[in-house]
């Protein structure tokens, strides 16, 4: 394949934004809070359209939170969610909520985030994220205590194995 020449990446940029018009009407909720968008769609002169799927979301960063993907979440708001139930654990869905609804209105937008939806959507993505990693076979923990090559068995084997590698010395 070769590459576009110029006159020719000229003339592509200018049908894709002479044929640019608003497509579906989103919901996109990320860590600067909600925004209202329109989903791209690109009219060809052949008469087909191309209108953004659901793959293509996902591949971009983006968690549906309905089936027709009304709402969507930017998935690195999920991972900031995860980390921040890690670090701090006491803080509430609804504190984060508040939080990302304060961001809105700090920008200069307006609307409500649903609470419940954030977090059934944050279940399925850390549901799907497992099973994909499961099946991709992603060993995060490796159990050196539980090498082919043990010579003995103990009931804190991790822990005194952590002990032995703080420890300085040879």
Partial sequence: MNPLEENDAIFLADVLLDDFVEGKEVILIGINGRYNLFLPQINCTCGKTWSIGMGDLAESGYWPATVNFETL?????????????????????????????????????????????????????????????????????QCPSCAPSMLAVAVDGNRKLYRFKSQPGP
């Fill in 73 to 141: 979440y930017a998935v690195d708001l999920f991972t900031t969610y995860e980390d921040l139930k890690i670090t701090a654990p006491g803080m509430s869905r609804q504190a984060f909520v508040s939080m990302l609804e304060h961001r809105t209105k700090l920008f200069g937008r307006s609307g409500k985030i649903c609470g419940d939806t954030l977090q059934k959507s944050f279940l399925e993505w850390t549901h799907a994220t497992f099973e994909v990693e499961r099946l991709s076979q992603v060993q995060h923990f």
